[in-house]
């Protein structure tokens, strides 16, 4: 499974790339704000940092502006993915950026026949909100299983990116669900790495190393 930073905070995305396990980079306008830098600012310091696939949302709400907000962005990058809400015209927009060979995420997805109707629509990812899902009562998983295995039924090329990550446990169920990719907040990544057992078994090993020095 690939794993994305789920963040437009520069330093966030440098850091996680310097671990070598970065794929991609996810950001909205509410991430956007939260970096203290706008949109196209961002887009394309991030772009300096990463290999390839950074969303950038679009926040026209018609077909056209969304196409033409979509062309724009792509002047700053061609790794940039356009990320576009699911929407009648937000679907018409993934139509012909995908004739144009623009890559899309079709965002704010919160059921199986939304992410069916992205994948006809010809988007290269859908993006499954979790923890949104959740929020509301909802099975957040049952809804990644569900996208998975209509894919697969159809053979449909769009890849699942889980978004609205909330916790490490979040992750491993991604990863087992079989989803291609989880967008993971840069806290989450960071715990990840984490056990108790590894840190003990650390300390033990420098103790006994420096006791066998003696
Ligand atoms: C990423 O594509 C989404 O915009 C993001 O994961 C939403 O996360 P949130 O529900 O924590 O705002």
């Given at each position: 499974?690939?794993?994305?930073?789920?963040?437009?905070?520069?330093?966030?995305?440098?850091?996680?790339?310097?671990?070598?396990?970065?794929?991609?980079?996810?950001?909205?306008?509410?991430?956007?704000?939260?970096?203290?830098?706008?949109?196209?600012?961002?887009?394309?310091?991030?772009?300096?940092?990463?290999?390839?696939?950074?969303?950038?949302?679009?926040?026209?709400?018609?077909?056209?502006?969304?196409?033409?907000?979509?062309?724009?962005?792509?002047?700053?990058?061609?790794?940039?993915?356009?990320?576009?809400?699911?929407?009648?015209?937000?679907?018409?927009?993934?139509?012909?950026?995908?004739?144009?060979?623009?890559?899309?995420?079709?965002?704010?997805?919160?059921?199986?026949?939304?992410?069916?109707?992205?994948?006809?629509a010809g988007a290269t990812?859908?993006?499954?909100?979790?923890?949104?899902?959740?929020?509301?009562?909802?099975?957040?998983?049952?809804?990644?299983?569900?996208?998975?295995?209509?894919?697969?039924?159809?053979?449909?090329?769009?890849?699942?990116?889980?978004?609205?990550?909330?916790?490490?446990?979040?992750?491993?169920?991604?990863?087992?669900?079989?989803?291609?990719?989880?967008?993971?907040?840069?806290?989450?990544?960071?715990?990840?790495?984490?056990?108790?057992?590894?840190?003990?078994?650390?300390?033990?090993?420098?103790?006994?190393?420096?006791?066998?020095?003696?």
């Open positions: 499974m690939k794993i994305y930073v789920d963040t437009a905070i520069v330093d966030e995305i440098r850091q996680v790339w310097e671990l070598g396990i970065l794929d991609g980079v996810t950001t909205n306008p509410s991430l956007i704000l939260k970096s203290g830098r706008n949109l196209t600012d961002a887009l394309k310091e991030i772009s300096q940092i990463v290999d390839d696939c950074i969303s950038g949302e679009v926040i026209s709400l018609d077909y056209q502006g969304m196409v033409k907000e979509a062309l724009e962005l792509m002047k700053i990058s061609k790794k940039i993915v356009i990320k576009i809400p699911m929407t009648k015209d937000g679907l018409k927009a993934v139509k012909e950026l995908t004739a144009q060979g623009i890559r899309t995420n079709v965002t704010l997805v919160f059921s199986a026949n939304q992410a069916l109707l992205a994948a006809k990812y859908v993006s499954p909100f979790l923890g949104r899902l959740d929020d509301v009562g909802e099975d957040s998983m049952q809804l990644i299983h569900d996208i998975k295995q209509i894919y697969q039924n159809y053979q449909f090329p769009t890849q699942i990116i889980c978004a609205s990550i909330r916790s490490p446990l979040h992750v491993l169920k991604c990863a087992k669900a079989g989803a291609d990719i989880a967008t993971v907040p840069y806290k989450i990544i960071m715990d990840m790495f984490n056990h108790p057992l590894t840190n003990v078994g650390i300390d033990r090993f420098l103790q006994d190393y420096e006791k066998s020095k003696k």
